[in-house]
């Protein structure tokens, strides 16, 4: 996977040199074709003419997936997506108009991903990774539509103390759980969020248990495959909860990161339902102000760190 400052190269996968050509065209703020590409990627071999011959095919080939993939996000995110295709979808051309919040959502995501998350994660003073719980819990808040109810568990939530606190006030505001179980695990007080990120639930106005409620993680980068067993919603309750809820909660998980469609159901058989950049995009409508304008004030010193990093 590669990542900023580094480049794709011909074992990359498309999804990859699709995040590359975005940049690249995020950056320069022009467009980017298929022959740009070829010389900045390095795609072509200067050895020997059958090799040649060889790496321009095998290249030609990844361009083609790379750029089917820009198709689809295209298609996937509508005028939500902040680029265009053009010249029978073999250029790529910045989308320049301006006030569009799924546009500035959809850049952050992208160097969310491509950027050394642990490392670069910090623009402005403002925690990318922290931000992006936030910007989750509105996409998921979203998506269980009217009158639903979030809470964010994870590290991005200064205001609701320890471990045991952060169980309290979850299980008061979902009518379920009766409070934090009291435990003799030895690392008890150290504990974060044990994986879970953000909650959301659908609440009836009787206020009594039995709705649906969902758990949520939320991963930047692109080591993600790793972690979309982590969260376990039901050993969660078990380990942490004095009754588990009526119902089982569902698993989500959140990334800043694309899915090949032919990988698609393989990852969402065991990280449950899937928010990947596309589904993000789609549900950060109601982003409040301030979380707005931290999002935009992060992607603006990224973009202009990922120009120097490329220089």
Request: glycine fraction near 6%; charge should be negative.
């Amino acid at each position: 996977m590669f990542k900023i400052p580094e480049t794709p190269n011909v074992n990359s996968k498309s999804n990859e040199i699709a995040d590359f050509i975005e940049i690249e065209a995020l950056i320069n703020k022009t467009s980017v074709s298929r022959q740009d590409l070829l010389s900045s990627l390095g795609l072509l071999g200067d050895d020997f003419i059958d090799e040649r011959e060889d790496d321009e095919d095998k290249s030609n080939l990844l361009l083609d997936e790379a750029f089917n993939e820009l198709l689809l996000r295209k298609k996937y995110c509508g005028d939500a997506y902040p680029f265009e295709l053009k010249y029978n979808q073999n250029v790529l051309e910045l989308d320049i108009r301006k006030g569009n919040i799924k546009h500035e959502t959809y850049k952050f995501l992208l160097f969310a991903t491509r950027l050394n998350m642990k490392k670069d994660k910090t623009q402005k003073g403002i925690d990318g990774t922290l931000l992006f719980e936030e910007i989750s819990s509105v996409s998921l808040k979203s998506y269980f539509g009217k009158d639903a109810s979030t809470y964010i568990f994870g590290t991005s939530n200064k205001n609701s103390g320890r471990f045991k606190e952060k169980i309290d006030h979850l299980t008061k505001s979902l009518n379920e759980g009766f409070g934090c179980q009291q435990s003799t695990y030895s690392n008890f007080n150290q504990l974060k969020d044990d994986k879970l990120d953000v909650v959301a639930w659908k609440p009836f106005k009787d206020e009594r248990g039995g709705q649906i409620i969902g758990f949520a993680q939320c991963k930047t980068g692109t080591n993600w495959e790793s972690s979309i067993t982590q969260l376990q919603p039901v050993s969660f309750c078990n380990r942490w909860f004095n009754k588990s809820p009526i119902h089982k909660p569902i698993k989500f998980f959140f990334l800043a990161d694309t899915i090949l469609k032919s990988n698609w159901i393989h990852h969402s058989s065991d990280a449950g339902i899937i928010f990947d950049r596309i589904r993000v995009v789609e549900h950060c409508s109601e982003l409040s102000d301030e979380v707005k304008s931290r999002m935009i004030s992060w992607n603006e010193s990224a973009e202009e760190f990922v120009k120097n990093q490329y220089q």
